[in-house]
């Protein structure tokens, strides 16, 4: 989701990977059978008639849909957090609070607790 893609860049991640969401927007209805070429919705295979199932201009098109809506979304989530480039929220933790996480997790991301 996008808040996810806030978060691991405020972790200081460089990328992230959106694969299993874009894959979603094109169709998938994760079957699980990825790596075994036989996705029934033409997404994942080679084979000439599961292709057939994947309308590529409706996918392109839901994928786009969803690459702006993050967009949208990330920088909404980064306007309230009072940062106005996806650059400056990089390695940022200080915007960052642990929700249900014990002592020890937080130590390990290196954020606080919500509320402090």
Do not use: F
Not at 69 to 80: F, P, Q, S
Request: charged fraction near 20%.
């Amino acid at each position: 989701s996008a808040s996810d893609v806030v978060k691991a860049v405020a972790l200081g991640a460089d990328a992230v990977y959106i694969g299993t969401a874009a894959c979603i927007a094109m169709g998938c209805h994760l079957c699980r059978s990825c790596h075994q070429a036989k996705c029934n919705w033409g997404i994942a295979t080679q084979r000439p008639d599961l292709v057939k199932r994947l309308n590529p201009d409706v996918g392109a098109e839901h994928l786009v849909n969803l690459v702006s809506a993050w967009n949208h979304e990330i920088k909404e989530i980064m306007g309230g957090m009072g940062i106005n480039s996806i650059e400056a929220m990089r390695g940022n933790r200080l915007m960052l609070r642990g929700v249900g996480l014990n002592e020890k997790e937080l130590q390990i991301l290196g954020i606080s607790h919500a509320g402090e």
